[in-house]
């Protein structure tokens, strides 16, 4: 789905994940593994208008529902991965995850990208802010685009509102209370979470981000 001329929402099994097609064509995380082929049809469709070139992946965790379809990705389109330095050694095999998330890749057992590597100098050069949010990992990442807020696992969607992570699959719920609060201040139109629809930014779901944040902070 569009959700504007540069802004694209592609939308799989399981979770979303987001194409900017602007001065540079970057794509924002890439789903649970068995996505693969989904994903490259719509990637294709989208890049044969814009070059037919993707210049890099922004992963925002870890999680295997975000780095699913990597390896897949990269071998049409081999463009630089990045990722938080907390969270690299998740994504490329060098630690376990964690707890639950720990069953999660024995089960779905993900490939491992070679060409993956933590944020540097290099991603300055992209038109997006990239804003450290830890609390569902160590080394969660949201991005801003324009007026466009990528927020990963931060919080979910549904109904039109914003609701909570489940427990179970946040690293700590106290940081995740202090990252939503830096989504609080921020001049964006747009919210784009992995989990749900993404939301215009009103006053009505700011007030929801805050008893998000509430609960995060006292459960």
């Known amino acids: 789905m569009k959700l504007s001329d540069e802004v694209m929402e592609i939308k799989l099994a399981g979770g979303n994940v987001y194409l900017i097609c602007g ?12 996505q693969s082929a989904r994903l490259l049809r719509e990637l294709n469709n989208v890049l044969s208008a814009n070059g037919n070139h993707l210049d890099a992946i922004f992963l925002t965790h870890h999680d295997v529902d975000h780095v699913g379809n990597l390896v897949s990705v990269q071998q049409t389109h081999p463009a630089r991965a990045y990722i938080h330095p907390e969270d690299l050694p998740f994504a490329s095999g060098s630690k376990h995850r964690p707890g639950v998330k720990r069953l999660v890749e024995l089960v779905l057992r993900p490939n491992v990208s070679t060409n993956l590597s933590a944020f540097c100098a290099d991603c300055d050069s992209y038109d997006l802010i990239r804003i450290a949010a830890p609390g569902h990992t160590p080394g969660h990442t949201i991005f801003q685009y324009r007026d466009f807020l990528f927020v990963g696992d931060l919080f979910k969607t549904k109904n039109g509102k914003p609701i909570p992570m489940g427990r179970a699959m946040d690293w700590n719920d106290r940081e995740m209370a202090k990252s939503l609060g830096l989504v609080l201040s921020m001049d964006v139109r747009w919210l784009c979470p992995a989990h749900g629809e993404p939301l215009l930014y009103t006053k009505t779901v700011q007030d929801e981000l805050e008893r998000v944040g509430n609960e995060y902070a006292t459960r």
């Open 23 to 34: 001065k540079k064509n970057i794509l924002i995380d890439t789903g649970i593994p068995g």
